[in-house]
Each structure stands twice: as C-alpha cells, then as structure tokens.
C-alpha cells in the first residue's frame, strides 16, 4: 500500500513545482489572486481591458491593464488566447520602447507554452526575457525567469541544469535579501531532491523555505512549502504530522480559492487515511478530490484519486467498486503513460483476480506489475547515480558559497572598522560640539546675571526711593505718626519682597501678584489717588503652580502709573490678565486706561528703556527665535491707555 502512496506524492510533484514557481514570478511582479464571484472577475477583465483599449491612458497603464488583463483571465485556462494577447502587448511594448513590458511578454509566451508542454519553444521564449531584464538590471524579474528555466529543465529531466539554474536564481535573491526568493528557490531545490527519493535532503531545503516564507507572510507560498512537507513526513510514515500540514495547507488553499492546490491536497489527505486505515475518512477526501480534478481536466489526478478508491474498497473486501475503480485508473493511466499508477492499479487488480478465482485476468495483472515495476526500478537506480552527482555539485556549490560568504565577512570586517573609526570622529565631533554649546550656555548666564542687575536698578529706581523716602518726611514733619509709620512698613516690606525675589530665577505668579499689590499701595501713595488694579486669569491659568521670571512685570506697572495714569483725570485702572498661548507658552497683558503712548513726554527716555531691558531677559528664555513677537507695546483700540504684551515659555520650556 505504501507504493500507492509514493506514487501520489511523484504524480503531483511536478504539478506542484511547476504551478508554485508560476506563482513566484506571478507574485514578484505584484499582482494577487483573489477570491471573487465570476461576475466581478469578469467586470474586473472588462476594466481591464477598457484602459489598455483607451488611448488616452498612459503607455504604462495601458501595457499595466493588457499584463494583469493575461494573468487573470486566459494565462493558465486558455493559453492559446494568452500568447495571441501576448504578441498585442509585446507589438506596443515595442513601439513604446518599453523594455520591461516586451520581457513580461515574452515570459507570458514563455508560460502558455510550458502549460501546453512545448517546451523547447517556451525555453527559446524565456531566454530572450532573461537577456531583456539583464539589459535593464532588472534583479527580481532575472530570478524569476531562472526558475521558470528550471521549470522547463525539469520537466525534461535535465536535473543537473534545473539545480544549476536555482542556484543562479538564489545567488541573487541572497544579494537582494529577498526573503520570498530565497524561500522559493529553497521549496524548489526541496522538490528536486523529493522527485529523485532523497527525503532527509528535501525535508531540510523545505524547512528552511518555511522559515523565510513566514517572515514574507505571503501565505500562498506557506501553503506550497506546508504542503510539500506533509508530502515528505508522509513518504516517510509519519501520517500523524503530514495529515497536520495538509490540513494548514488546505485551510490556506480555501481562502485563497486555489482549486488546483484544494484538489491536490484533498488528495494527499485521503491517501494518508487511507494508509492509517481509516477508509470512511479517506473515501470522504477522495470523493471531494475527485469533481475538481475532473474540472481541471486533471487526467493524472483522476487516475489517482480513482486508484486509492480501488484500494480502500479492496480492503474493505467490496471487489465489485474496487475492480471497476481499478480499471477506470488503468485506462487513464495508461493514455498518461503514468507508471507509477499503473504498476499499482495492476498489482490490486491481481489481487482481486487471485482472491476471486480469476487465474488467467490474475496472471496478465501480475505480469504487468512485473513489467512495470522493472521499469520503475531501473529509474530508480538510474536516479540514485544523478543524486550521488547532484550532491557532489551540491558540495561544491556549498564550498564555493562559504568562500564568498567568507569574503563577504572580511569586507564586512573591513567596513565594521571603516565605521567605527566614523564613530570615533562623530563622537569627538559631538563633545566639542557639546562643550561649545555648554560655553554658549555660560555665556548666556553670565549675559542674564548682568541683565539682572541692569534691572534691579531699573524696577526700584532712585527716583521712587526718594520719592517714598520724603514721602515718609512729609508725614512726620505734618505730625501723621501712623500714616508715616504705615508707609515705612510697607516700604520695608516690600523692599524685603524685592531682594527675596531677585535671587530666585522663577516665582509662582501669585508671589509676584502679592509683591505688585504692595507696589501699587505704595505708589498710590506717591500719586495721591487710588489705583484700581485688578488680575484676570482668562482660561483657568494654575498662578500658585506656574511660574514666570521674577520681577519682570513691575517694570510695566510702573510705567504704567507713571507714564499713563500719573496725569490722568479721573479713575485710574491698571488689569493684569494671564492667558494660555499656544498651550506652552504663557501671555502677560498690561492693560491701563491711562494717557497713552503719543501724549507721553518723556516715553523714550523711561519706556524705551525698561522696555529693552524687558524684552532682552524674555530673549533669553528662547532657545530659538519664535515665529511670534514675544514682546510688545502699543496703544488700546476701545479706550485711552496702554497694552504691553509677553509671551514667555510655560516653565518645563526653560527652568
């Protein structure tokens, strides 16, 4: 029984290699095959071919639509229509001078032939489309029609050109790092070594094809390789594991709507149950095998699944099925020349004959078997030498790629110093870089400390000293102790706040509206009228959390009272509003109703320069210049008065 088995797995191989490396150059050149109802395949062929009948589209669409409008509908059912739409892409192809898309046509040629077995014409076709994707470099499109090559080698028989032409086709893809290459041109070797009986070699060329596959996540080239190891663990009675890759393979198969994939594997399936002895499981996948390959017109197929049916109903002793499935498998395989399926159809009709009595059918059965047992010996032997000769070229080929890898190390050693010596340079350069910026950064400490200073004169100038100093004068020489003694304590207080501050680079903003508060009281004073100031925090701005540079809004206060508001008749305001701009950055707004800036005097010589001294510190908060004026005076538009403007960076952008 486990002749039958074989013979299955050496029946589809060729099938299965053929149609999988297909696939490769199908699915180098991106297009997909997908699952659809033949209405929209066929309103897919129809919007195909109305871009490559308009001349309106570019070339490249054109010869685009004519390319998929081949793969999709007639490359692989009927082929003859494909090679006549092939000569109508190649003739504009030509006329376009587009090079990539005469190669495309001369492998679909190249293609409709080998489905009809013309093989030494479809050779001749896939040689010109070599010499074509060599012209253009084409790399990925070399690899393909190498395999396709070795397609047509094999199916000749010339396995020492179908390894050599691999070989070539998976040199470049490890140049390319073409992990789907790679993975098919593994699957093939693998297939190879299967077709000439070295199991253990192909089981470890389709191992490591799965490997690489999966990283692609192209699952139908999983499902070729999941296939083709159920082939192997069932070629050698490991049914437990080929049954689980076949079933992965089919689940695959299904949702990739791959009859012939679907057909094959229902066949292996079957087998296989029928080896473990479980006949109602392999009648089950026979009988769902069997209507597909009679749809692919799949003679050989047929007469397998027909042949396993004989020997399930031969074990189960039911002659009449098993005889008249026997015999439908002989007559098939015998119009296919197959001679695996007829040295084992031949060997279960002798047995029913010899079990039933029929001698003389018995006795013809028998020398058949004989006959073509002999035959398959002899290639057997025949094919064992061609091992023993491709594992020497194997070695060798082996031998000469650990050379080129070595030498590959060795650059690669070379280049590994070569960018280390870079690494050094890049790093010396960072921490001279580094250093520079540290010393810039210095730089701008010490230009701030001085800045500091040039505002601490200017926030609690001489002139509001002295101002509050005869203010305190007048109130003792006209005998008004407590107010005399009021104002000196504020003072001092305030005058605490202004040193305490002035040491710490932030404060939070309610500190700062603590210390302005004390600054107006006084300068109310000073002025002999009330200031009504007043804080507006627009969108919910944290002041106990959020912290601004100390001492940078009093300046603006000031001349606000002094500029705008000292001369003013009647109410005098001033509003502090805090606003979130940008969300990282923080705006300041003081708003007074005062004079105005053209009615002020004397606005260069105070405004301009509290003004300078202001903007200079903000400057120092920015890394970059920011696209926005992050300091601004002008006058108010509704009312009399005057609108300074900062915009700082929320406190994570410089503390």
């Known amino acids: 029984m486990c002749a039958l088995i074989i013979m299955n797995r050496y029946n589809y191989m060729r099938s299965i290699i053929f149609y999988s490396w297909i696939l490769m150059w199908f699915n180098s050149c991106c297009f997909a095959v997908s699952k659809v109802t033949i209405t929209d395949a066929q309103k897919k062929q129809d919007s195909l071919w109305s871009v490559w009948k308009n001349p309106t589209k570019s070339d490249t669409d054109r010869l685009k639509a004519i390319d998929k409008f081949i793969w999709d509908g007639y490359l692989f059912t009927e082929p003859d229509s494909a090679f006549y739409f092939a000569i109508m892409q190649s003739d504009f192809a030509v006329k376009q001078q587009q090079l990539k898309y005469q190669s495309n046509a001369l492998n679909i040629k190249g293609l409709s ?378 003072f001092a207080k305030l005058m605490r706040m202004v040193l305490s501050h002035n040491r710490k680079k932030t404060i939070a903003i309610s500190d700062e509206v603590e210390l302005l508060e004390k600054y107006i009281l006084l300068e109310e004073q000073r002025i002999k009228d009330k200031i009504n100031f007043k804080i507006i925090n627009s969108n919910q701005v944290d002041l106990d959390n959020v912290k601004i540079p100390s001492m940078i809004i009093q300046p603006l206060i000031e001349n606000s009272i002094w500029h705008g508001l000292k001369n003013k008749e009647g109410a005098k305001n001033i509003e502090l509003i805090f606003t979130r701009f940008k969300d990282t950055f923080l705006k300041i707004e003081v708003v007074d109703n005062g004079i105005g800036q053209s009615k002020q005097v004397d606005k260069t010589i105070h405004i301009s320069h509290s003004s300078a001294i202001v903007k200079e510190r903000i400057k120092l908060l920015y890394t970059k210049e920011p696209e926005f004026d992050y300091f601004e005076l002008k006058n108010n538009i509704i009312q009399t008065g005057v609108t300074a403007i900062l915009i700082i960076p929320l406190i994570n952008e410089f503390e």
């Open 113 to 490: 032939h080998m489905v009809r077995t013309n093989y030494d014409s479809a050779l001749a076709y896939y040689n010109q489309a070599l010499k074509l994707n060599k012209q253009i470099d084409d790399k990925y499109a070399v690899t393909s029609i190498l395999n396709n090559i070795s397609n047509v080698e094999l199916s000749k028989g010339n396995y020492t050109k179908v390894l050599e032409y691999v070989y070539q086709s998976l040199k470049i893809n490890e140049g390319l790092h073409n992990n789907y290459g790679m993975a098919a041109n593994y699957n093939n070797i693998g297939n190879i070594y299967d077709e000439l009986g070295d199991l253990k070699t192909a089981f470890s060329f389709y191992k490591r094809a799965l490997k690489l596959a999966e990283l692609t996540k192209d699952k139908r080239i999983i499902k070729d390789i999941q296939n083709n190891i159920g082939n192997s663990y069932s070629e050698l009675g490991n049914y437990t594991n080929s049954i689980q890759y076949y079933k992965k393979a089919l689940s695959i198969s299904y949702e990739l709507n791959d009859v012939q994939g679907i057909s094959g594997t229902l066949l292996n399936l079957g087998g296989d149950y029928l080896e473990l002895k479980k006949y109602d499981s392999a009648v089950y996948f026979l009988n769902q095998s069997l209507p597909l390959m009679q749809e692919l017109d799949d003679m050989d197929g047929v007469a397998s699944v027909y042949s396993n049916l004989a020997a399930v109903y031969k074990a189960q002793l039911d002659y009449d099925k098993a005889t008249d499935y026997a015999k439908h498998a002989l007559v098939l395989a015998q119009e296919q020349e197959s001679n695996l399926v007829i040295r084992d159809v031949s060997h279960i009709l002798y047995q029913i004959y010899k079990e039933t009595n029929n001698n003389k059918d018995a006795l013809e059965m028998l020398e058949l078997y004989n006959v073509t047992n002999d035959s398959i010996i002899n290639d057997y032997n025949q094919k064992a030498l061609l091992r023993s000769q491709l594992q020497y070229d194997f070695d060798k080929k082996a031998e000469s790629i650990r050379k080129e890898n070595a030498l590959k190390d060795l650059k690669l050693s070379r280049r590994a110093y070569t960018i280390a010596v870079l690494l050094i340079i890049a790093l010396l350069s960072y921490v001279i870089y580094f250093l520079k910026i540290r010393n810039n950064k210095l730089q701008a400490s010490k230009n701030a400390i001085e800045l500091e200073h040039k505002l601490l004169g200017s926030q609690m100038n001489t002139h509001f000293t002295f101002n509050a100093i005869n203010s305190i004068q007048e109130y003792i020489l006209n005998n008004q102790n407590e107010e005399a003694h009021y104002y000196l304590s504020e």
